[in-house]
């Protein structure tokens, strides 16, 4: 194994004592090892008797080195930098920030770990099968003597998820004991593993084209190629590649076929995954104008967690730039020391610093995306701390914020995301437009911030769920609000307001008379649902000339989400959603913005983008409207995850399939459920949709672990826009509900889209 010949793994595996650090007040010793897989970190307190914890080193992203934490940094005075290190795990996991009793045992944590991680992400499909097949190894050999008896098995099956019959699981036992030793050892375990996960699915296919049942020639692959995977001409020389790039048997090769083994690879490869993977690549036209696109956008993105008490951080603003978000939202206050404070205004969440949030934003927010980055300013800042931010952006971001037009000349239309490239636009008030900034006082007074704007009834009482004196100190001071919303706007802040200058929404009969392309409006959700349903073609229109953002009600307490969907139906570019809550409502931020490089910015479809009057309601109105069918067989799981974590418990998973796009679209149906069985359950059963405006569907494959006394449990999902969809025989690779993969757990279907030839 990997681990076994380096020295710093083998100190990792001897174990060490380490600081947990959750505060300034709470740092506890934890004894943490490298288990013997070499992929598990566990830790445990000196004084948990037999409890413990765990986690696997494929959920870590990165390794910190020193105090590049908000945790350890409030520590700075008590530990030095060459002891701390900090883990930052995929999803919405917390990180773990870990102090260390000496500079060289903290190098010895930190290299080892980022050993690990470049070894997981460098291992092949089957490098990874086989690490996951000695896992479950090491898990089923309880008493660690390198084989497994027949009770150990029967184990293994349960926490595998396979509630399979006694007799059966021998004779598959028994044909692995090739030393008739009544155990199985490592090779054994193997072959096993191999008999338990034939795939009887992937052989029906495989029969249906092979001639003589063992192979695919040359011409029999090209043939499925085009019949079932839909692949026009360049489907022999495909086939050629397919068997060159996945074929493992050389005589195969040689004789230019395809076995079950190679068939079966393809199969479940990337390059055979329902999300297109050419179109996972940045293939679009960046050069439109910035109205043209749906932008990755969040709301109060300094929230860990709720609206009320969460914890404001700059890990916050890492973590959504990191995901592809390019519009990221501060909410600035005076704070002490002439130093502006961001954080949810007159809640109890904790205040960060802004100069910080703009530290984090330049060094990370074209990491993952070379595209522009919006900062929407909520200022409720007084003239000398406006003029602190103005000094602080202008300091911190430097060339990278744009402070003028590009060529110095007013636009008749925005700029693209391609003009753009590398640039920190400010969305805030501004004093008059670009035509006349030179001619105007040095202040003026409005209303400094968008969300202001809001109905206060969204802070009452009764929204907030509070008791007692909480309630009342923030109902009062929500009053104060109401009274200070007009303040004074500093010539310093405005000036660097450019492309996104945010303007009070009157009407679209004025926006189209009056407006400005570079003045955009904020629509809190109910505001802006209420316009995409009485007036969405005029809403449309409007999209193709000027940002919109809309934000989430002030109800949302929990930090929850409204369904972005409805707002992407009528053009709106930025629906900032609450990245740090984890649902629906974000799987379809993300299924959308998968595509396109996960640059953050997604191409509006045509008929959204020129002066066409598409109206979301009445989509068969359109020029050149055609309807689609969608037909999915759902064939089978693989190695589906499991929901209850005790022992003996078996899933009973179903799959339902749910599109979301203009109302007309909305659908869902699922498969029945099947008896305990997570590990290959079966299904074969067809699901069809008649879909109206493919451009702006989304499809989501969701499998639930079936209760019939209570709500199904979530066990995996994943959202595909139709328009990146791959028709054919396709896996799909499920991804938790922080959006992070699931290893090897998958669904097996068929795909079909047919334009409808008759009315329905």
């Given at each position: 194994?990997?681990?076994?010949?380096?020295?710093?793994?083998?100190?990792?595996?001897?174990?060490?004592?380490?600081?947990?650090?959750?505060?300034?007040?709470?740092?506890?010793?934890?004894?943490?090892?490298?288990?013997?897989?070499?992929?598990?970190?566990?830790?445990?307190?000196?004084?948990?008797?037999?409890?413990?914890?765990?986690?696997?080193?494929?959920?870590?992203?990165?390794?910190?080195?020193?105090?590049?934490?908000?945790?350890?940094?409030?520590?700075?005075?008590?530990?030095?930098?060459?002891?701390?290190?900090?883990?930052?795990?995929?999803?919405?996991?917390?990180?773990?920030?870990?102090?260390?009793?000496?500079?060289?045992?903290?190098?010895?944590?930190?290299?080892?770990?980022?050993?690990?991680?470049?070894?997981?992400?460098?291992?092949?499909?089957?490098?990874?099968?086989?690490?996951?097949?000695?896992?479950?190894?090491?898990?089923?050999?309880?008493?660690?003597?390198?084989?497994?008896?027949?009770?150990?098995?029967?184990?293994?099956?349960?926490?595998?998820?396979?509630?399979?019959?006694?007799?059966?699981?021998?004779?598959?036992?028994?044909?692995?004991?090739?030393?008739?030793?009544?155990?199985?050892?490592?090779?054994?375990?193997?072959?096993?593993?191999?008999?338990?996960?034939?795939?009887?699915?992937?052989?029906?296919?495989?029969?249906?084209?092979?001639?003589?049942?063992?192979?695919?020639?040359?011409?029999?692959?090209?043939?499925?190629?085009?019949?079932?995977?839909?692949?026009?001409?360049?489907?022999?020389?495909?086939?050629?590649?397919?068997?060159?790039?996945?074929?493992?048997?050389?005589?195969?090769?040689?004789?230019?076929?395809?076995?079950?083994?190679?068939?079966?690879?393809?199969?479940?490869?990337?390059?055979?995954?329902?999300?297109?993977?050419?179109?996972?690549?940045?293939?679009?036209?960046?050069?439109?104008?910035?109205?043209?696109?749906?932008?990755?956008?969040?709301?109060?993105?300094?929230?860990?967690?709720?609206?009320?008490?969460?914890?404001?951080?700059?890990?916050?603003?890492?973590?959504?730039?990191?995901?592809?978000?390019?519009?990221?939202?501060?909410?600035?206050?005076?704070?002490?020391?002439?130093?502006?404070?961001?954080?949810?205004?007159?809640?109890?969440?904790?205040?960060?610093?802004?100069?910080?949030?703009?530290?984090?934003?330049?060094?990370?927010?074209?990491?993952?995306?070379?595209?522009?980055?919006?900062?929407?300013?909520?200022?409720?800042?007084?003239?000398?701390?406006?003029?602190?931010?103005?000094?602080?952006?202008?300091t911190i971001l430097g060339d990278t914020l744009l402070t003028a037009p590009l060529d110095r000349l007013v636009p008749q239309e925005l700029?693209?995301?391609?003009?753009?490239?590398?640039?920190?636009?400010?969305?805030?008030?501004?004093?008059?437009?670009?035509?006349?900034?030179?001619?105007?006082?040095?202040?003026?007074?409005?209303?400094?911030?968008?969300?202001?704007?809001?109905?206060?009834?969204?802070?009452?009482?009764?929204?907030?769920?509070?008791?007692?004196?909480?309630?009342?100190?923030?109902?009062?001071?929500t009053c104060n609000i109401l009274s200070l919303q007009k303040s004074k706007l500093s010539r310093e802040l405005s000036d660097l307001v450019?492309?996104?200058?945010?303007?009070?929404?009157?009407?679209?009969?004025?926006?189209?008379?009056?407006?400005?392309?570079?003045?955009?409006?904020?629509?809190?959700?109910?505001?802006?649902?209420?316009?995409?349903?009485?007036?969405?073609?005029?809403?449309?229109?409007?999209?193709?000339?000027?940002?919109?953002?809309?934000?989430?009600?002030?109800?949302?307490?929990?930090?929850?989400?409204?369904?972005?969907?409805?707002?992407?139906?009528?053009?709106?570019?930025?629906?900032?959603?609450?990245?740090?809550?984890?649902?629906?409502?974000?799987?379809?931020?993300?299924?959308?913005?998968?595509?396109?490089?996960?640059?953050?910015?997604?191409?509006?479809?045509?008929?959204?983008?020129?002066?066409?009057?598409?109206?979301?309601?009445?989509?068969?109105?359109?020029?050149?409207?055609?309807?689609?069918?969608?037909?999915?067989?759902?064939?089978?799981?693989?190695?589906?995850?499991?929901?209850?974590?005790?022992?003996?418990?078996?899933?009973?998973?179903?799959?339902?399939?749910?599109?979301?796009?203009?109302?007309?679209?909305?659908?869902?149906?699922?498969?029945?459920?099947?008896?305990?069985?997570?590990?290959?359950?079966?299904?074969?059963?067809?699901?069809?949709?008649?879909?109206?405006?493919?451009?702006?569907?989304?499809?989501?494959?969701?499998?639930?672990?079936?209760?019939?006394?209570?709500?199904?449990?979530?066990?995996?999902?994943?959202?595909?826009?139709?328009?990146?969809?791959?028709?054919?025989?396709?896996?799909?690779?499920?991804?938790?509900?922080?959006?992070?993969?699931?290893?090897?757990?998958?669904?097996?279907?068929?795909?079909?889209?047919?334009?409808?030839?008759?009315?329905?």
């Amino acid at each position: 194994m990997f681990a076994q010949g380096d020295k710093d793994l083998q100190v990792m595996k001897a174990g060490a004592m380490l600081r947990k650090v959750k505060s300034r007040s709470w740092k506890k010793q934890r004894h943490f090892r490298l288990q013997e897989d070499g992929q598990t970190i566990w830790y445990k307190s000196r004084w948990a008797g037999t409890g413990h914890s765990t986690f696997s080193v494929a959920d870590v992203d990165v390794v910190r080195e020193g105090h590049q934490s908000e945790i350890l940094l409030s520590i700075a005075d008590e530990f030095p930098a060459d002891l701390c290190f900090t883990l930052v795990f995929r999803g919405r996991r917390s990180n773990l920030d870990l102090v260390a009793e000496s500079p060289s045992e903290a190098q010895v944590w930190i290299r080892g770990v980022r050993k690990l991680i470049q070894n997981t992400e460098s291992m092949n499909d089957k490098e990874r099968l086989d690490q996951w097949i000695w896992d479950w190894f090491q898990k089923a050999d309880k008493n660690k003597d390198g084989r497994m008896n027949f009770k150990e098995v029967r184990t293994l099956l349960k926490m595998m998820n396979v509630d399979m019959n006694e007799e059966y699981a021998l004779r598959l036992f028994t044909m692995a004991d090739k030393s008739e030793s009544g155990c199985l050892e490592n090779e054994e375990f193997v072959q096993f593993y191999k008999m338990l996960t034939e795939r009887e699915d992937v052989w029906r296919v495989f029969q249906d084209y092979s001639r003589d049942g063992q192979i695919l020639t040359l011409a029999e692959l090209e043939d499925f190629l085009k019949q079932e995977q839909q692949e026009g001409e360049r489907s022999l020389e495909h086939a050629q590649e397919l068997i060159d790039r996945y074929e493992p048997s050389e005589n195969a090769k040689k004789h230019g076929a395809m076995s079950i083994d190679g068939f079966q690879m393809y199969l479940v490869s990337p390059e055979s995954a329902v999300l297109d993977p050419q179109l996972l690549a940045l293939h679009q036209d960046m050069s439109q104008p910035l109205s043209h696109y749906f932008i990755c956008s969040s709301h109060n993105t300094y929230l860990m967690d709720d609206q009320l008490r969460g914890q404001s951080s700059q890990e916050a603003y890492i973590q959504a730039l990191k995901r592809g978000c390019r519009c990221v939202e501060v909410d600035c206050w005076d704070g002490p020391n002439g130093e502006p404070v961001v954080y949810h205004g007159h809640t109890f969440t904790s205040k960060i610093l802004f100069r910080d949030v703009i530290t984090t934003l330049a060094e990370y927010a074209f990491k993952v995306s070379e595209f522009p980055v919006i900062l929407s300013l909520e200022n409720h800042c007084s003239m000398e701390q406006q003029r602190v931010m103005a000094q602080l952006l202008d300091t911190i971001l430097g060339d990278t914020l744009l402070t003028a037009p590009l060529d110095r000349l007013v636009p008749q239309e925005l700029p693209s995301p391609q003009d753009l490239k590398g640039k920190v636009l400010l969305k805030a008030k501004k004093i008059g437009g670009l035509e006349e900034s030179e001619t105007l006082t040095d202040e003026v007074t409005d209303e400094v911030s968008d969300e202001d704007e809001a109905d206060p009834k969204s802070l009452s009482a009764e929204a907030l769920h509070l008791n007692d004196k909480v309630c009342g100190d923030i109902c009062s001071l929500t009053c104060n609000i109401l009274s200070l919303q007009k303040s004074k706007l500093s010539r310093e802040l405005s000036d660097l307001v450019v492309y996104c200058k945010s303007v009070h929404f009157h009407s679209f009969e004025y926006s189209r008379l009056h407006s400005k392309c570079y003045e955009m409006s904020s629509f809190s959700e109910s505001k802006a649902r209420k316009l995409a349903k009485d007036t969405g073609a005029e809403f449309v229109r409007h999209n193709s000339r000027q940002l919109s953002r809309v934000y989430p009600s002030g109800m949302r307490t929990d930090s929850s989400n409204y369904n972005p969907q409805e707002l992407w139906n009528v053009g709106c570019q930025i629906v900032a959603l609450n990245f740090q809550t984890a649902g629906l409502e974000m799987d379809l931020n993300d299924g959308l913005f998968s595509q396109n490089g996960c640059c953050g910015y997604v191409l509006k479809p045509d008929f959204m983008r020129n002066d066409d009057s598409f109206d979301p309601e009445r989509p068969q109105d359109r020029n050149g409207y055609t309807s689609l069918r969608l037909s999915i067989q759902v064939i089978s799981g693989q190695q589906l995850p499991k929901v209850n974590q005790k022992e003996g418990s078996i899933v009973d998973p179903l799959v339902r399939v749910e599109i979301y796009g203009v109302f007309q679209d909305q659908a869902k149906q699922e498969t029945s459920y099947i008896d305990n069985n997570g590990f290959n359950p079966l299904w074969n059963e067809t699901l069809n949709f008649i879909v109206h405006v493919p451009e702006l569907a989304l499809v989501r494959f969701v499998v639930e672990d079936y209760d019939k006394a209570s709500r199904n449990d979530f066990m995996g999902q994943f959202t595909v826009p139709f328009t990146c969809i791959q028709p054919g025989y396709r896996h799909i690779h499920l991804l938790s509900k922080d959006g992070t993969a699931i290893p090897l757990s998958s669904l097996f279907v068929n795909i079909k889209i047919s334009e409808l030839t008759t009315e329905v």
